[in-house]
């Protein structure tokens, strides 16, 4: 029995999703929605105590790391092996993926968290969304949440968050300038985790992530949003957020004349 | 043949040296100073993965042409390389744990002990060299992370009150680890894993950093936990490649905490 618990098919939920699909796993989905608080709720509490998507429920083992459960899916299920098998590879994957979580990731997150996930929840009643923070498990997730709702980033350190993400996209240029896929000549889980970061950066960094500036990124980001899986992962999507996707669709040659 | 760029045998530099001592993999040992800025010397290996590692100063592991960084890894890297010294667990459910704990203490864990570390025994020693020299140094130093963390631990970024938020922010993870241990001696399985090697790396600072956090009464398990990996043999090989008397009070600037707040 596989079941998953996630939100769409967009940063930490979108990787066991599109690495279940590589591996052409079947799973039970559990649409959780982020916006309505729905992974702080008692009946979700129970399956993770921290209140963090995703999680995954294999039999009776619970995993809730987003990027260790994609290795324990590629070790305990049959299908393409999604790690290179040489060690030095998988160890430039692991480091990749380390990179997006720590840090690229935070600072796109942050941005997103201001300019989206704020805005979609602020015109809420302020007690019922203080109810909802005092719900929240973690004390982390708690100050991201109340900076999120009540607008209380400093421009400082959307400032820090806006040079992150314009190093780190130069940063992923240059790695994919060099090297195919991110753990070298194959496709593996850093370029699931990448893809779940990065299929929108044409639309938040369009200045910084263009064919014209990056187009390495640009050929890799639309090879993997051409492989069945991706299609199949992101048409689970609920919301207007997962269209972004689409920007990623080639121009044939007949439409462009 | 393995080379290992390491320093003094504490926090991020300890975990490859016990790892490969365990493996009982032959390897050149490479000490450097970090104090010195000598890891920003072309001389030094280096390429992008080992310059913008989120550790800021760790070591570095030249196999061949590669050159890899991050200390948790290294460790995964040597366990993978060396079978036979069974260090990965043998079921995916325990490599998951392992792998959970090295993502956890990397970032819950390792950046207040690194902070507490560099405020109380770094930034002392920084103290006595020539100022204004040092800051020229450390005013070249890219990328800018790695720069300002140098600089946090000679600005005064550390006072009193940053600090007592540092180690308000360690029960957590030293809470859960602690918890974890009751349901068995070793953090991700039956055996001895590099989650063990990871948190002993971690950990072990902490009853001299934070003795309300760590010791025997806050924290028997952990206790008892540390003390049953600094038995192992590996564990003292490791430790003797120390050139200083007091290896634990050996810090440099590491993984910066969540900009979250």
Redesign the interface.
């Known amino acids: 029995m596989l079941t998953l618990y996630h939100w769409e098919p967009n940063a930490n939920s979108g990787k066991p999703m599109l690495a279940l699909a590589e591996k052409g796993v079947a799973y039970q989905s559990h649409y959780l929605d982020l916006l309505n608080f729905d992974q702080h709720r008692p009946e979700y509490l129970r399956v993770n105590p921290d209140g963090t998507i995703p999680a995954l429920v294999h039999d009776d083992?619970i995993?809730?790391?987003s990027?260790?459960?994609m290795?324990?899916i590629d070790?305990?299920f049959d299908g393409p092996p999604l790690r290179p098998a040489d060690?030095?590879a998988?160890?430039?994957m692991?480091?990749?993926m380390?990179?997006f979580?720590?840090?690229f990731a935070?600072?796109l997150s942050?941005i997103g968290w201001s300019v989206f996930v704020g805005p979609a929840v602020r015109h809420r009643d302020r007690r019922e969304l203080e109810a909802a923070i005092e719900r929240i498990p973690l004390?982390?997730r708690r100050?991201?949440w109340r900076?999120a709702m009540f607008n209380e980033f400093s421009e400082g350190?959307l400032a820090?968050?806006r040079r992150r993400a314009a190093?780190g996209t130069d940063?992923l240029e240059?790695?994919l300038t060099e090297h195919k896929w991110i753990a070298g000549d194959s496709f593996s889980l850093g370029d699931i985790n990448g893809f779940n970061l990065g299929y929108a950066l044409p639309i938040s960094q369009p200045d910084r992530c263009n064919d014209q500036k990056t187009p390495h990124i640009m050929e890799w980001l639309r090879s993997i949003y051409e492989r069945p899986a991706t299609k199949a992962t992101w048409a689970k999507g609920r919301t207007q957020m997962v269209e972004r996707v689409k920007l990623l669709e080639r121009k044939h040659a007949a439409n462009r004349s | 043949m393995l080379e290992l760029y390491h320093s003094e045998p504490n926090v991020y530099f300890l975990k490859p040296l016990i790892a490969l001592e365990e493996a009982q993999a032959p390897f050149t040992s490479r000490y450097f100073d970090p104090g010195s800025l000598e890891q920003y010397s072309p001389r030094f290996p280096q390429n992008t993965e080992s310059m913008l590692h989120l550790e800021r100063e760790g070591p570095v592991l030249v196999d061949g042409g590669t050159i890899l960084s991050g200390s948790f890894f290294i460790l995964e890297y040597i366990a993978e390389a060396n079978p036979g010294a069974h260090l990965p667990l043998a079921d995916p459910l325990g490599r998951y744990r392992a792998r959970a704990w090295g993502q956890f203490n990397a970032l819950q864990l390792a950046p207040g002990v690194c902070a507490l570390g560099c405020a109380k025994y770094l930034a002392p020693a920084l103290k006595a060299l020539d100022q204004e020299q040092l800051r020229a140094r450390i005013e070249r130093l890219e990328p800018k992370e790695r720069r300002a963390s140098w600089a946090a631990v000679i600005d005064g970024s550390y006072d009193e009150q940053t600090l007592a938020k540092i180690r308000e922010r360690l029960g957590m993870p030293v809470k859960r680890i602690e918890s974890a241990l009751a349901a068995g001696r070793w953090l991700a399985g039956d055996t001895y894993s590099i989650a063990d090697i990871d948190a002993f790396a971690l950990l072990s600072p902490l009853a001299d950093l934070a003795p309300e956090l760590v010791g025997e009464r806050a924290t028997p398990r952990i206790t008892e936990f540390l003390r049953a990996v600094r038995a192992r043999p590996a564990v003292e090989k490791a430790l003797a490649h120390a050139r200083t008397p007091n290896p634990q009070q050996a810090f440099v600037p590491g993984a910066e905490p969540s900009r979250w707040g």
């Open positions: 083992r995993l809730t790391e990027t260790p459960m290795e324990y070790e305990a060690p030095k998988r160890w430039r692991r480091w990749w380390r990179f979580d720590a840090y935070p600072s942050m004390e982390s100050i991201a900076k350190e820090e968050s190093f940063a240059k790695h």
